[in-house]
T-cell receptor
Framework: LAKTTQPISMDSYEGQEVNITCSHN???????ITWYQQFPSQGPRFIIQGYKTKVTNEVASLFIPADRKSSTLSLPRVSLSDTAVYYC?????????????FGGGTRVLVKP | ETGVTQSPTHLIKTRGQQVTLRCSSQSGHNTVSWYQQALGQGPQFIFQYYREEENGRGNFPPRFSGLQFPNYSSELNVNALELDDSALYLC?????????????FGEGSRLTVL
């Protein structure tokens, strides 16, 4: 399975944009790139998924370069409630089913 | 539409005991997965059930076992508990026909083994 590398932690302030970059050099052709968010004492929550280029939803944007060896999750104008751990996952495909491999994630702390 | 619910939310056991954790999947979801999350780490895949059959297993010993029932609810059983089994156990449901990788997690059962 492709491994991912992402920062252990990041600090930000309310109203700023937070960008978390994830490296996945060995991503397979059929793999999607998926991001989850986890608040303390809760289960992870699906945020966004993409295969290439850019994907945007009401929560975040996901930027994927042409070589797909990395991806960047962008959280616009964060608030205190965006303090959470963010996980980047690859190895997600219809063939693999829903057996997810989580790494250590990035702890984002949003300060007032 | 109800989400994924797990019980109990917290429990304390001693080494050597057995534990059963329960999960009700989200309405309409036919697949249930279980994950173990140690403190400060990401969730680790234990196994998945689809239509009452085990459909994939992670690197966990046989003393971790499970069941899925006709209503798609599920149980995780752990025998001969060890101290390292202390963790948050997460259940996630999904629909095999839906987007790959989109799981809906419950809030977990926190197990402490003394």
């Amino acid at each position: 399975l492709a491994k991912t590398t992402q920062p252990i932690s990041m600090d930000s302030y309310e109203g700023q944009e937070v960008n978390i970059t994830c490296s996945h050099n060995n991503i397979a052709t059929n793999d999607y790139i998926t991001w989850y968010q986890q608040f303390p004492s809760q289960g992870p929550r699906f945020i966004i998924q993409g295969y290439k280029t850019k994907v945007t939803n009401e929560v975040a944007s996901l930027f994927i370069p042409a070589d797909r060896k990395s991806s960047t999750l962008s959280l616009p104008r964060v608030s205190l409630s965006d303090t959470a751990v963010y996980y980047c996952l690859v190895g997600v495909s219809k063939a693999a089913g829903n057996k997810l491999t989580f790494g250590g994630g990035t702890r984002v702390l949003v300060k007032p | 539409e109800t989400g994924v619910t797990q019980s109990p939310t917290h429990l304390i056991k001693t080494r050597g005991q057995q534990v059963t954790l329960r999960c009700s999947s989200q309405s309409g979801h036919n697949t249930v997965s279980w994950y173990q999350q140690a403190l400060g780490q990401g969730p680790q895949f234990i196994f998945q059930y689809y239509r009452e059959e085990e459909n994939g297993r992670g690197n966990f010993p046989p003393r971790f076992s499970g069941l899925q029932f006709p209503n798609y609810s599920s149980e995780l059983n752990v025998n001969a508990l060890e101290l390292d089994d202390s963790a948050l156990y997460l259940c996630a449901s999904s629909d095999q026909a839906a987007r790959a990788g989109e799981l809906f997690f419950g809030e977990g059962s926190r197990l402490t083994v003394l």
